[in-house]
């Protein structure tokens, strides 16, 4: 970790930033809806991003004419979409499952991820979103937040213990009906390059999500709000089994 002098914030203002953030996508372009603001502000802070594309998105296809197609092209996208991001490009990746369920499986395989890296902050869905993918991507993320500290599924002298979770917001998962405490991430100089990025990387999303941006803006605009500044987006941290020893800022 490493603390820095926030200079562009209140003056006087001193923030940690964290070595590493790894990120748990359901979908290829959930990197980017619900956190991407925060991957172009941190990875331009120094901080190693890694990012886990978890489903192949291949429902993610408006016309029956894309289905043959959806998987190399979503694949293509999200490649392109963390490459744009700044995230670690070597490190990341896509595991390209077809679904995920909260099993010993998939648990044990985030567990083995979590303690390989050793992120200082580990990010994913929120365990109420309503798309099941989400969900059930939150729920073995936060089973194996869990385990990862423990010896189980072959842990012993590789534990770990990040040092935050947060469960980031989603078209499926609007925090306004969410209880817990929102951290606002200040984007405002990020957010034309954030959308920029949608537009460009993930065209095959275009008629799937023709709403999205207007759902992203408005949001941005009312996070921004909570946290007085321009655009946020906004985290609920997780404090189950980890310690909260670094804010989003």
């Known amino acids: 970790m490493r603390v820095e002098q926030a200079s562009y914030l209140e003056k006087?203002?001193?923030?940690?930033?964290?070595?590493?953030?790894?990120?748990f996508a359901p979908h290829p372009d959930d990197e980017l809806l619900?956190?991407?603001?925060?991957?172009?502000?941190y990875s331009k802070l120094g901080t190693k991003i890694i990012v886990i594309g978890v489903t192949r998105g291949v429902g993610g296809y408006s016309k029956e004419s894309y289905?043959?197609?959806?998987?190399?092209?979503?694949?293509?996208?999200?490649?392109?979409?963390?490459?744009?991001?700044?995230?670690?490009?070597?490190?990341?990746?896509d595991l390209g499952y077809d679904e995920i369920t909260p099993t010993r499986f998939y648990i044990k395989k985030f567990t083995q991820l979590i303690r390989k890296f050793q992120p200082h902050l580990v990010l994913c869905?929120?365990?109420?979103?309503?798309?099941?993918?989400?969900?059930n991507t939150a729920l073995c993320v936060v089973e194996a937040v869990y385990h990862c500290q423990g010896r189980a599924y072959g842990g012993y002298q590789k534990e770990?213990?990040?040092?935050?979770?947060?469960?980031?917001?989603s078209p499926s998962c609007k925090f306004e009906y969410i209880d817990?405490?929102?951290?606002?991430?200040?984007?405002?100089?990020?957010?034309?390059?954030?959308?920029?990025?949608?537009?460009e990387v993930y065209k095959s999303q275009v008629e799937m999500l023709e709403r999205v941006s207007d759902w992203a803006e408005r949001t941005a605009k009312l996070r921004g709000?909570?946290?007085?500044?321009?655009?946020?987006?906004?985290?609920?941290?997780?404090t189950r089994y980890v310690p909260l020893k670094i804010l989003l800022i």
């Open 12 to 23: 006087g203002l001193t923030f940690v930033i964290p070595d590493s953030i790894l990120v």
């Open 34 to 41: 619900s956190c991407g603001g925060l991957i172009l502000k």
């Open 67 to 93: 289905e043959s197609d959806i998987h190399a092209i979503r694949i293509h996208e999200f490649e392109k979409s963390i490459q744009l991001l700044g995230a670690d490009q070597e490190l990341s990746q």
């Open 125 to 135: 869905p929120h365990p109420e979103d309503s798309h099941w993918i989400h969900r």
């Open 160 to 169: 770990w213990v990040p040092y935050g979770c947060y469960f980031y917001e």
């Open 180 to 199: 817990g405490p929102k951290i606002i991430c200040d984007i405002t100089a990020y957010w034309k390059q954030k959308m920029k990025i949608f537009e």
């Open 225 to 238: 709000e909570l946290g007085l500044c321009e655009y946020g987006e906004a985290f609920i941290p997780d």
